[in-house]
């Protein structure tokens, strides 16, 4: 599901803040497919509702900031108004805090109850907040104040987390994998394809070319000759070997065109005219091999190697998982967003 943010900052001032502003959610889920409404019935102190209950724009500017820090921490240096648009920070920001609501809103449909003590005794372990290996109030306190936030404050958020954090176990955990799903899935991403490609001086004909092509079934070489097109074979890749590949830089081949090449089956010609570099293609599937993973004689590295493949891939499985549920929740969910106090945040 997911996250392109390291979750932490290294510092434990940049740890408090990541809690203040919830960082465990960075980029949230959706990017805002849901916006609605105009600012009428939302208070012009809060850039969205959920369920009726507010994201004030103090929020929403603190965990904007955040970000950006987060950001320019791994860029290393300042980004730019380019680098932030590419990024849509806003976006990522008031996702991540509408998911964040969306969770806490089903604390009770989960079963969770934070407890008072629990939350004090857990602050009372933060490094940050301890002197001489014990907690001292006073560093507690002097800490919140530097980060412009009371220990009321603190601790509900800290509260949030913790809630959110139990859902969004207990949302992965329910998630399972049989081993020949793995299998499965595992030959399907993992597959090589190999493909003819003709090429076109013009979309006009080669989209003549291709309603004949797909009509005449099996003379794809012969058809391009008649047509003017140059045709050319490539042999065998799986998706990462082709992105790698001398081919897909030489034909000027993008995301669309990759997801169409390997999503199709063997022997059917693409039904679309894909614009490469100053030319256009059409493109028909010669062969697709579905790599063999399982030999019962492997040797014990290899064994120690799948296991690990299995689990990399169970986890990504899982985030998206996660990913999908807290969207299904949202959908559920009674979101409002106010425009008006978007429009006045200068992204």
Do not use: C, W
């Not at 860029?75 to 920070?89: D, P, S």
């Not at 372990?125 to 980060?147: C, H, I």
């Not at 207990?170 to 394809?193: C, H, P, R, T, W």
């Amino acid at each position: 599901m997911l996250d392109f943010l390291r979750r932490f900052y290294a510092s434990t001032v940049g740890k408090i803040i990541t809690i203040l502003v919830g960082v465990l959610f960075v980029v949230g889920f959706s990017f805002l497919p849901y916006i609605i409404g105009g600012g009428g019935e939302i208070s012009s102190q809060d850039v969205a509702t959920v369920g009726g209950k507010g994201i004030s724009t103090d929020q929403f500017n603190s965990y904007y900031g955040s970000l950006e820090n987060e950001y320019e921490r791994l860029y290393g240096n300042k980004l730019n108004r380019k680098q932030l648009k590419e990024l849509n920070l806003s976006g990522a920001a008031l996702s991540s805090l509408i998911a964040d609501k969306v969770l806490e809103s089903k604390t009770g449909v989960f079963g969770i109850y934070v407890s008072a003590g629990f939350i004090a005794r857990n602050i009372a372990l933060f490094p940050s907040f301890q002197k001489n290996g014990e907690f001292s109030n006073k560093l507690f306190n002097s800490v919140l104040l530097a980060n412009h936030t009371t220990p009321a404050d603190f601790e509900k958020s800290y509260k949030s987390q913790i809630a959110r954090s139990y859902i969004r176990r207990a949302i992965e955990e329910s998630f399972s994998m049989a081993d020949g799903q793995f299998l499965d899935n595992y030959k399907i991403d993992n597959k090589s394809v190999a493909f003819k490609i003709a090429l076109f001086k013009s979309l006009t004909g080669a989209g003549s070319f291709l309603k004949r092509v797909i009509l005449s079934d099996n003379n794809f070489k012969g058809l391009a000759k008649e047509f003017k097109g140059t045709l050319e074979s490539v042999p065998l890749y799986s998706e990462t070997g082709f992105v790698k590949s001398s081919y897909f830089k030489k034909y000027g081949l993008n995301e669309s065109v990759l997801k169409a090449i390997f999503s199709t089956p063997a022997n059917v010609v693409i039904s679309k005219v894909f614009p490469v570099k100053s030319e256009f293609a059409v493109i028909k599937i010669s062969s697709v091999y579905f790599p063999k993973y399982i030999n019962v004689n492997i040797n014990k590295n290899k064994k120690n190697t799948m296991l690990k493949q299995k689990k990399a891939y169970a986890m990504q499985e899982e985030q998206e998982f996660l990913y999908n549920y807290v969207n299904y929740l949202e959908s559920k969910a009674d979101i409002k967003i106010n425009k008006n106090a978007l429009a006045a945040f200068h992204f």
